[in-house]
């Protein structure tokens, strides 16, 4: 409603449509230039001159000023309501009062209403076309003669005397209507060729908002069952909370009891001492010798007693104190079960990956926790055996891990090249095919300086991430065949996924170079 009262207020009372390179006149009133102009004109020829909205009076022609603020308003009302611009053509002929025009004459260069258009039509035979204002491209400009013709050779528009006397005499030229009519039905034609593109654009949609939603269903889910398990972890944790506080507890009170038993003997002792003392003070004050000497309370007291309670005080404070370890024991076994139900929970086994000396070639040397992978210059003395690599500075773990899901950490101390793998055990232990990752047996992640490289069967891909981190994740779904290679920083990050059907038992391989040594956390 706002924007059709707006509307009202910017039409010129002359043409009744939006104001085109709106003027003023001295009194305040706004018109089309165009408009006014007509009017003026026409008032010139009755020898006085108005306004036609207040019919203000001028004895000379008043000249229209710009008005450039109202312009700027009806330009930006047009911008913001689409569909509501008019084309600016008037009647050639209707000077009083202008009226839009309904067609152009091209051979007259005029714009007709409907009434003038009539006129015009009873008396000759030209052609006309949609209102238009401009005729320098309607008409030949080498002989100013309307353009009829087509020549699709030289792909321009001609009129008569082009087709007849012109360089174009002996071309092949086509009616323009008829020229426009085969544009025409090329352009459905390929419209026609362009449905079953867009068909398929808009199913390639469908299926990407289906799978959008999809994400967004699982998301959903993955968030409910992520609460679900934090509030389990949280009521586990205020478990764990509430067991060692009570042992806490159950410690203070058993040596808390204990000192105050020993006190309370103490104080015992303290009352009985303090009696003896004042028999004594009261003896020493008897001046009769026989009474003094007859008294047969009077004892020297001895030492035992207080003996046994400065060792019962020295034991409470030198030995019964909290036993910290214990506490600190429980706590981790509190800690330990819920990290255990979670992990049961996710169905991920933490395996424990221990490095096979057997498999290790003799410049990679195995740290006595089996952990610990690093390149040597010079080999070591080792026994020969059929599973030693011989000629690629690799190792395979003891264990192998052929069925679940599994996950572990390794960190690699960012010197050198190191690869981090599975391999079956059928992997070759000598020769180019031994290496992994240049063979079907082997999948690997290979982690330098520069950046990361996926190797499989000789494919080498290079990923577009740089190294943050030098701790990865590695997570194994055997059933599924997929092997997740992370990077730990802070959000972590996905490196690569290989996809495969495994078909043996897999062993945790790493290959390293240039002194590269890599840990398994």
Known sequence: MASVEL????????????YTDPVSLRCGHNFCRSCIVSVLDAQEAAGGYS????????????????????????????????????????????????VPAVRTCLQCETSLCDDHLTAHNKTVDHILTEPSTLFCNKKCSLHQKVLEYYCPQDAVYLCVSCCLVGEHREHQVELLVEASEKKKMKLLDYHK???????????????????????QEKASDERKNVRKKFKAIRKQLKMAEKKTLSEVSRQEEKIVSKISHLIKKLEIQEDELSRKMHHLEEMCCVTDP?????ESDITVCSHGGDEDSERDGGEVSSEEDLDEILISLTLHRSMRDIVTNVTSELGVHVPDIL????????????????????????????????????????????????SGRHYWEVEWDQIGECGIALSYPSIEREGEKSEIGYNDKSWCLFMFDGGYEVWYNSDELTLSVKPTCPTLGVFLDYEAGRL?????????????????????????????????????S
Not at 7 to 18: A, P, Q, T, V
Not at 80 to 95: K, L, N, V
């Open 51 to 98: 306004c036609p909205d207040c019919r203000a009076e001028y004895l000379e022609r008043p000249a229209p000023e710009k008005n450039r603020k109202l312009r700027n308003i009806v330009e930006h009302f047009s911008s913001t309501q689409p569909g509501m611009e008019e084309t600016r053509i008037f009647c050639t002929y209707c000077t009083k009062s202008p």
């Open 193 to 215: 060729e362009l449905n079953p593109q867009k068909a398929e654009i808009q199913r390639r949609v469908q299926n990407l908002q289906y799978h959008k939603w999809n994400i």
């Open 355 to 402: 490095l096979d000396v057997n498999s290790a070639h003799r410049c990679v040397k195995i740290s006595e926790d089996l952990k610990t992978a690093t390149e040597l210059e010079e080999e070591q003395e080792r026994p020969e055996s059929p599973e030693r690599f011989a000629d690629c500075f690799q190792v395979l773990s003891r264990c192998v891990l052929s």
């Open 484 to 520: 997740s290679f992370y990077e730990l920083c802070d959000p972590i990050r996905h490196l690569h996924t290989f996809t495969a059907s495994f078909t043996e038992p897999l062993h945790v391989a790493f290959d390293l170079n240039d002194g590269a040594s890599v840990t398994i």
């Open 7 to 18: 509307r009202d207020e910017l039409n010129c009372s002359i043409c009744l449509s939006l």
């Open 290 to 294: 026989i009474r003094l000497l007859e």
